[in-house]
């Protein structure tokens, strides 16, 4: 039987305002959240990308609601392929980890197991054949990360060196900006 939020994703589509109006039911009505977070990584699921693409428009209002969640959410994060679901995923981990050391009002705490998968996850969108806007949010993700780990940037360095050349003007943007600050 399907739920209620199976029911509205099933009518969500690509439209910001679309995707805009279900996130807005969501954060009118909490209950639905834990849901979300679940069909984001049933990757069985036909609207599992949709409710990703939810997810991440939720995480900008209420970034704070995925804390009971981020031991799920963070070790479930390499089960995920489809490039319509990686990016926005991508997005809300760079929203968590530069919440995380924000630290403050509100702001995330992530465990050292949560980091260390969304350090492994952005390194593997990175160096795996993801879109740019994947790429380029798991670049700043490892940015922020590098200022806490000593051995992130040196290794986010080489990557962007060695592939600079095969990629778009926008990845090569990106990658400008993080070399310079890295330098």
């Not at 981020?70 to 919440?99: G, T």
């Amino acid at each position: 039987m399907s739920s209620d939020l199976q029911s509205k994703l099933d009518y969500v589509n690509a439209y910001r305002e679309n995707r805009l109006k279900t996130a807005q039911e969501i954060l009118e009505n909490k209950s639905l959240f834990e849901e979300l977070v679940s069909i984001c990584f049933l990757t069985s699921d036909k609207n599992n990308h949709k409710a990703c693409w939810i997810l991440e428009f939720v995480c900008y209002e209420e970034l704070i609601w995925l804390q009971p969640h981020l031991d799920f959410f963070c070790k479930n994060l390499k089960y995920l392929k489809e490039e319509s679901s990686l990016r926005p995923i991508a997005k809300v981990v760079q929203l968590l980890v530069k919440s995380h050391y924000k630290k403050g009002e509100n702001s995330i705490v992530l465990s050292e197991d949560n980091l260390q998968y969304c350090i492994e996850s952005s390194f593997d969108w990175l160096i795996n054949d993801c879109k740019v806007a994947t790429k380029a949010y798991s670049i700043r993700t490892l940015f922020v990360l590098g200022n806490y780990y000593d051995w992130i940037h040196p290794e986010l360095k080489i990557i962007l060196d060695k592939d600079y050349a095969d990629h778009s003007a926008a990845y090569k943007a990106v990658a400008r900006e993080v070399l310079k600050k890295i330098k």
